[in-house]
């Protein structure tokens, strides 16, 4: 059994309540001090109380504030003792006895009896937390109404009221908040004078504004207890305007803006009227509607043109859902004075005029003299301001430039603006000698043989007069002889000559073109100016070097050689140094197959004097060309040289077939090999048995040659049923790869064609002949057609080979053949595509062109008449000379002629094309400076 020592508790309560009275009890408590017993406490008060109606329990808490019991029912019952309860283990020496609404706290001091201490009088005291008699609620406002928001609550100790305004972050400036992360919370007497606290803890706001709208919280705080309400406050505003203009004043004829800023509830519709009418019916007035970064809507009206008419009261209206608000703006519209009259020069020199006119009725204030060169704008004039008053011998105009024209003008000018300009009055000052040479002399190469000069004036104050044009010089560096002897080549360019701004002063920029120079070669160019006083001091050089250009002649001495079956070398020597016009940079070859058939050419590149050239045919005779290119391009062709691949062996020969041509035998027939490899000496054919239905068959074989132009061979005698085939080709090089066929023996004779289909071209008035060689038993039936239409009865001429003949051929002739034969056991066909080439349509003449030293030609080219073009040629005369001829290469649309002045009606011929004759279009030669 734990010790238990009794302790001795006197309580007194301080305060009353129904039901309950004062008195003590004894208090018996377990030493904790002895941490090895069970410690346990008794508690035994004796409570006297007089129940309420309806009960209230009572509750001794341990200071951890966990409930002990709660034993007092709802009947009255007479005065009794508590039953006793365990306490934990704890040290303490306090116990609390709470009962609610309001709360009497009941602290005891636990005294061990063994001490035989005194008592100690215990105070309980009434705790009660916050409760509201007015809870906060939310509200709405009018904008400038009062807004009172009730925040009334109780408890005891009397509770604080605070009232705190919501304030997002980012928007603190300063102040003590309450809050953390996005939200913070200040006092609402920092928020706007105009919100405060009265004494009852309401929240009073004497005259909302859109500033006061958000979330307010009410505080009510004691020692026992913290009671909140959040309330949102809105505020509806109808329109209302801040600042804006009263008065505008505006001359006439100018645009001016009106403006009113306004606030208030969204959405805001805001309109204009002058005198009660809307002013969308002028195209003079424009009105927009903007929102600022300060929330505030401006309404702006734009007046152009301002008349009188437009003089009066504005009305800015706004409106939204809450009401309605207008605000004037006044404008006023003012006439400017008019214009002075009669102006007129009364005395005038070389740097300075003296100017007077009339004044206007009533006086300006004051006059603005204007006043520029002749070619210059307004915008660049110069002002002279000056005084109305005492202005009797008119008015000085400096400084100004000798020999050089002016406009005048003056506008009067009052309080209200500037009159309309007077009359222009011209005048021209008196001349002076140039004492100065041109400015910032630039030269520039545009061309292989141009160069553009262009230069500024000599400046304003050193000109001395107008000047009436330059001597422009220039010299190649490579004849300069040493230095003071350098000879100068002069040119004259008169005023007319200069370009913009000739007569310009300091501003105008001179320019010319120097032409006929040599190409890549540097030269100095010096400039002086004159007037009608004579020649200004020579301007200092200004260096430049004529750009390149393309090669002004071909490599020399082109050559070539076959090298092997499908390459050739190519070799040549540079142009003549002196056509070089720029550093080489390289040579284009350009080479063709040369059989008159070949549209195609091939191209490539190389910075050396010769190349070889790979991937060609064997046999083939090939066209080449060279020239020379610098970086402004490419120089002239060299005429073709042609040289020739060596033989290869052939290809394959082309649609080997069998045809069963009797009993035991068959006919083998082919076509030349796509890739001949050089000229086809002949034609090996081997046959092998490889099924035989007789014995003693199978395995025999056959070989036959023949020449390079048989295309088809019989073979007869063979004893089987199946025959292996291969034709072979040989050049003098040696024999290409077989051509391979099957040829099944039966024991009749189908219908079948030996002869092969193939492409013909021929010339137009030749007889052709379309070979159609058969077989078949019994005698087949044979039908030719032309694009599908039977020739058979059109008498046309047919061999007893069955081989068709055109005579005559022409043109019309061109298209499809077909050979078709028929007999019971089988048919056959082939086709023969035919042109019939006929000579070329003349050139088109597209465009000529000439410059100082040459004449270029272009042209296009029409009907080829079935064939590729294999050249041109161009006619030239000078004046009425006699004509020359040159040869021009196929590819080429165009043709340079580097002559003199000529009279140049240009005759082309190409092919077996009549020759085309322009008309005779003269082409005069520029002179060399433009």
């Given at each position: 059994?734990?010790?238990?020592?009794?302790?001795?508790?006197?309580?007194?309560?301080?305060?009353?309540?129904?039901?309950?009275?004062?008195?003590?009890?004894?208090?018996?408590?377990?030493?904790?001090?002895?941490?090895?017993?069970?410690?346990?406490?008794?508690?035994?008060?004796?409570?006297?109380?007089?129940?309420?109606?309806?009960?209230?329990?009572?509750?001794?808490?341990?200071?951890?504030?966990?409930?002990?019991?709660?034993?007092?029912?709802?009947?009255?019952?007479?005065?009794?003792?508590?039953?006793?309860?365990?306490?934990?283990?704890?040290?303490?020496?306090?116990?609390?006895?709470?009962?609610?609404?309001?709360?009497?706290?009941?602290?005891?001091?636990?005294?061990?009896?063994?001490?035989?201490?005194?008592?100690?009088?215990?105070?309980?005291?009434?705790?009660?937390?916050?409760?509201?008699?007015?809870?906060?609620?939310?509200?709405?406002?009018?904008?400038?109404?009062?807004?009172?928001?009730?925040?009334?609550?109780?408890?005891?100790?009397?509770?604080?009221?605070?009232?705190?305004?919501?304030?997002?972050?980012?928007?603190?400036?300063?102040?003590?908040?309450?809050?953390?992360?996005?939200?913070?919370?200040?006092?609402?007497?920092?928020?706007?004078?105009?919100?405060?606290?009265?004494?009852?803890?309401?929240?009073?706001?004497?005259?909302?504004?859109?500033?006061?709208?958000?979330?307010?919280?009410?505080?009510?705080?004691?020692?026992?207890?913290?009671?909140?309400?959040?309330?949102?406050?809105?505020?509806?505003?109808?329109?209302?305007?801040?600042?804006?203009?009263?008065?505008?004043?505006?001359?006439?004829?100018?645009?001016?803006?009106?403006?009113?800023?306004?606030?208030?509830?969204?959405?805001?519709?805001?309109?204009?009227?002058?005198?009660?009418?809307?002013?969308?019916?002028?195209?003079?007035?424009?009105?927009?509607?903007?929102?600022?970064?300060?929330?505030?809507?401006?309404?702006?009206?734009?007046?152009?043109?301002?008349?009188?008419?437009?003089?009066?009261?504005?009305?800015?209206?706004?409106?939204?859902?809450?009401?309605?608000?207008?605000?004037?703006?006044?404008?006023?519209?003012?006439?400017?004075?008019?214009?002075?009259?009669?102006?007129?020069?009364?005395?005038?020199?070389?740097?300075?005029?003296?100017?007077?006119?009339?004044?206007?009725?009533?006086?300006?204030?004051?006059?603005?003299?204007?006043?520029?060169?002749?070619?210059?704008?307004?915008?660049?004039?110069?002002?002279?301001?000056?005084?109305?008053?005492?202005?009797?011998?008119?008015?000085?105009?400096?400084?100004?430039?000798?020999?050089?024209?002016?406009?005048?003008?003056?506008?009067?000018?009052?309080?209200?603006?500037?009159?309309?300009?007077?009359?222009?009055?011209?005048?021209?000052t008196s001349a002076e000698k140039p004492g100065a040479p041109p400015r910032d002399l630039r030269a520039e190469a545009v061309g292989a043989r141009e160069v553009r000069v262009s230069w500024r004036p000599p400046p304003q104050d050193r000109a001395h007069g107008l000047i009436q044009g330059y001597y422009l010089g220039y010299t190649p560096v490579s004849h300069q002889v040493g230095p003071g002897s350098t000879q100068y080549?002069?040119?004259?360019?008169?005023?007319?000559?200069?370009?913009?701004?000739?007569?310009?002063?300091?501003?105008?920029?001179?320019?010319?073109?120097?032409?006929?120079?040599?190409?890549?070669?540097?030269?100095?160019?010096?400039?002086?100016?004159?007037?009608?006083?004579?020649?200004?001091?020579?301007?200092?050089?200004?260096?430049?070097?004529?750009?390149?250009?393309?090669?002004?002649?071909?490599?020399?001495?082109?050559?070539?050689?076959?090298?092997?079956?499908?390459?050739?070398?190519?070799?040549?020597?540079?142009?003549?140094?002196?056509?070089?016009?720029?550093?080489?940079?390289?040579?284009?070859?350009?080479?063709?197959?040369?059989?008159?058939?070949?549209?195609?050419?091939?191209?490539?590149?190389?910075?050396?004097?010769?190349?070889?050239?790979?991937?060609?045919?064997?046999?083939?005779?090939?066209?080449?060309?060279?020239?020379?290119?610098?970086?402004?391009?490419?120089?002239?062709?060299?005429?073709?040289?042609?040289?020739?691949?060596?033989?290869?062996?052939?290809?394959?020969?082309?649609?080997?077939?069998?045809?069963?041509?009797?009993?035991?035998?068959?006919?083998?027939?082919?076509?030349?090999?796509?890739?001949?490899?050089?000229?086809?000496?002949?034609?090996?054919?081997?046959?092998?048995?490889?099924?035989?239905?007789?014995?003693?068959?199978?395995?025999?074989?056959?070989?036959?040659?023949?020449?390079?132009?048989?295309?088809?061979?019989?073979?007869?005698?063979?004893?089987?049923?199946?025959?292996?085939?291969?034709?072979?080709?040989?050049?003098?090089?040696?024999?290409?790869?077989?051509?391979?066929?099957?040829?099944?023996?039966?024991?009749?004779?189908?219908?079948?064609?030996?002869?092969?289909?193939?492409?013909?071209?021929?010339?137009?008035?030749?007889?052709?002949?379309?070979?159609?060689?058969?077989?078949?038993?019994?005698?087949?039936?044979?039908?030719?057609?032309?694009?599908?239409?039977?020739?058979?009865?059109?008498?046309?001429?047919?061999?007893?080979?069955?081989?068709?003949?055109?005579?005559?051929?022409?043109?019309?002739?061109?298209?499809?053949?077909?050979?078709?034969?028929?007999?019971?056991?089988?048919?056959?066909?082939?086709?023969?595509?035919?042109?019939?080439?006929?000579?070329?349509?003349?050139?088109?003449?597209?465009?000529?062109?000439?410059?100082?030293?040459?004449?270029?030609?272009?042209?296009?080219?029409?009907?080829?008449?079935?064939?590729?073009?294999?050249?041109?040629?161009?006619?030239?005369?000078?004046?009425?000379?006699?004509?020359?001829?040159?040869?021009?290469?196929?590819?080429?649309?165009?043709?340079?002629?580097?002559?003199?002045?000529?009279?140049?009606?240009?005759?082309?011929?190409?092919?077996?094309?009549?020759?085309?004759?322009?008309?005779?279009?003269?082409?005069?030669?520029?002179?060399?400076?433009?």
């Amino acid at each position: 059994m734990p010790l238990v020592r009794q302790t001795q508790l006197v309580t007194s309560f301080i305060g009353s309540r129904p039901g309950l009275t004062d008195q003590a009890g004894p208090l018996s408590v377990s030493d904790p001090a002895d941490s090895h017993a069970q410690h346990s406490t008794v508690v035994t008060p004796q409570l006297h109380y007089l129940p309420s109606p309806t009960g209230t329990p009572i509750t001794f808490l341990h200071p951890s504030v966990r409930p002990l019991y709660a034993s007092l029912p709802p009947t009255p019952l007479p005065p009794t003792s508590l039953p006793p309860t365990s306490l934990p283990p704890t040290p303490y020496s306090h116990l609390n006895l709470l009962l609610p609404s309001p709360f009497l706290t009941f602290r005891p001091t636990v005294n061990p009896i063994q001490k035989f201490s005194q008592p100690s009088p215990t105070t309980l005291a009434p705790s009660v937390p916050p409760s509201w008699v007015l809870e906060p609620r939310d509200a709405r406002v009018s904008r400038g109404h009062t807004l009172v928001i009730n925040c009334v609550a109780r408890g005891h100790p009397e509770p604080v009221i605070r009232w705190r305004k919501k304030i997002e972050s980012g928007s603190m400036s300063g102040g003590s908040s309450l809050g953390s992360g996005s939200e913070s919370y200040r006092g609402v007497d920092l928020v706007s004078p105009r919100a405060t606290q009265l004494t009852n803890g309401s929240l009073f706001i004497s005259r909302a504004e859109p500033d006061h709208a958000g979330t307010y919280v009410c505080y009510a705080q004691n020692s026992v207890a913290n009671l909140t309400a959040a309330v949102d406050v809105a505020v509806n505003s109808a329109p209302y305007f801040i600042g804006g203009s009263g008065s505008v004043d505006v001359r006439a004829g100018e645009v001016t803006v009106l403006e009113c800023r306004v606030r208030g509830d969204p959405p805001l519709t805001v309109t204009w009227s002058l005198r009660g009418s809307s002013l969308h019916h002028s195209p003079r007035y424009s009105e927009s509607v903007s929102v600022d970064a300060g929330g505030e809507t401006v309404a702006k009206l734009q007046v152009s043109g301002a008349v009188q008419s437009d003089a009066g009261i504005y009305t800015c209206t706004a409106h939204n859902t809450y009401g309605r608000n207008s605000h004037t703006v006044r404008l006023n519209v003012h006439e400017p004075p008019s214009a002075p009259r009669g102006l007129r020069v009364i005395a005038e020199g070389s740097r300075a005029v003296r100017v007077s006119w009339a004044a206007p009725d009533p006086p300006p204030t004051s006059y603005v003299v204007q006043f520029r060169r002749s070619l210059e704008g307004w915008g660049e004039a110069r002002e002279l301001s000056v005084a109305a008053a005492g202005l009797t011998s008119g008015v000085e105009v400096s400084p100004l430039f000798p020999a050089t024209d002016y406009v005048v003008r003056v506008v009067a000018v009052n309080h209200l603006g500037r009159s309309p300009p007077s009359e222009d009055l011209r005048l021209t000052t008196s001349a002076e000698k140039p004492g100065a040479p041109p400015r910032d002399l630039r030269a520039e190469a545009v061309g292989a043989r141009e160069v553009r000069v262009s230069w500024r004036p000599p400046p304003q104050d050193r000109a001395h007069g107008l000047i009436q044009g330059y001597y422009l010089g220039y010299t190649p560096v490579s004849h300069q002889v040493g230095p003071g002897s350098t000879q100068y080549n002069y040119t004259t360019v008169e005023s007319s000559e200069g370009g913009p701004g000739v007569s310009d002063g300091s501003e105008g920029v001179w320019s010319t073109s120097l032409t006929q120079l040599e190409p890549h070669t540097d030269y100095q160019v010096v400039v002086k100016a004159f007037n009608t006083e004579g020649a200004g001091p020579l301007s200092p050089p200004a260096a430049v070097t004529t750009r390149e250009d393309a090669p002004g002649g071909p490599p020399l001495d082109l050559r070539c050689s076959g090298l092997t079956w499908d390459s050739v070398q190519v070799s040549w020597s540079p142009p003549d140094p002196r056509l070089h016009h720029g550093a080489l940079r390289g040579y284009s070859l350009e080479y063709e197959r040369w059989d008159g058939w070949s549209e195609a050419s091939r191209k490539s590149q190389t910075r050396t004097v010769t190349t070889v050239l790979t991937g060609l045919e064997a046999a083939t005779n090939y066209s080449m060309r060279v020239r020379a290119f610098t970086g402004a391009g490419d120089g002239p062709w060299t005429s073709p040289s042609v040289c020739t691949t060596e033989e290869d062996v052939p290809g394959r020969p082309v649609g080997v077939r069998g045809v069963v041509s009797g009993d035991r035998s068959f006919i083998v027939s082919w076509s030349p090999p796509a890739r001949p490899g050089g000229r086809v000496l002949s034609y090996t054919v081997s046959w092998r048995v490889v099924e035989s239905q007789v014995g003693g068959g199978r395995g025999r074989e056959g070989i036959t040659t023949v020449a390079g132009t048989v295309t088809w061979v019989q073979v007869d005698n063979v004893q089987g049923s199946l025959v292996e085939v291969e034709v072979t080709a040989a050049t003098r090089v040696g024999e290409g790869l077989p051509g391979t066929a099957r040829v099944t023996l039966t024991n009749t004779v189908p219908a079948a064609i030996y002869s092969s289909s193939k492409s013909l071209r021929e010339e137009r008035g030749r007889d052709v002949t379309l070979p159609c060689g058969h077989v078949g038993q019994p005698r087949p039936k044979l039908t030719w057609t032309y694009q599908g239409r039977d020739l058979m009865g059109e008498g046309r001429l047919v061999k007893g080979d069955g081989g068709l003949v055109i005579q005559e051929a022409t043109r019309q002739d061109s298209g499809n053949y077909t050979c078709t034969v028929t007999n019971k056991h089988g048919s056959d066909h082939i086709t023969y595509s035919l042109t019939i080439l006929v000579p070329p349509s003349p050139p088109l003449v597209l465009a000529s062109s000439s410059s100082e030293r040459s004449v270029q030609v272009q042209w296009k080219q029409g009907d080829k008449g079935g064939a590729p073009i294999t050249g041109y040629t161009l006619y030239y005369r000078k004046d009425h000379g006699a004509w020359t001829q040159i040869r021009v290469h196929r590819h080429a649309h165009s043709h340079t002629l580097e002559v003199s002045p000529f009279s140049f009606p240009p005759c082309f011929r190409s092919g077996f094309s009549h020759p085309l004759h322009a008309s005779g279009q003269s082409f005069l030669i520029p002179s060399m400076l433009q």
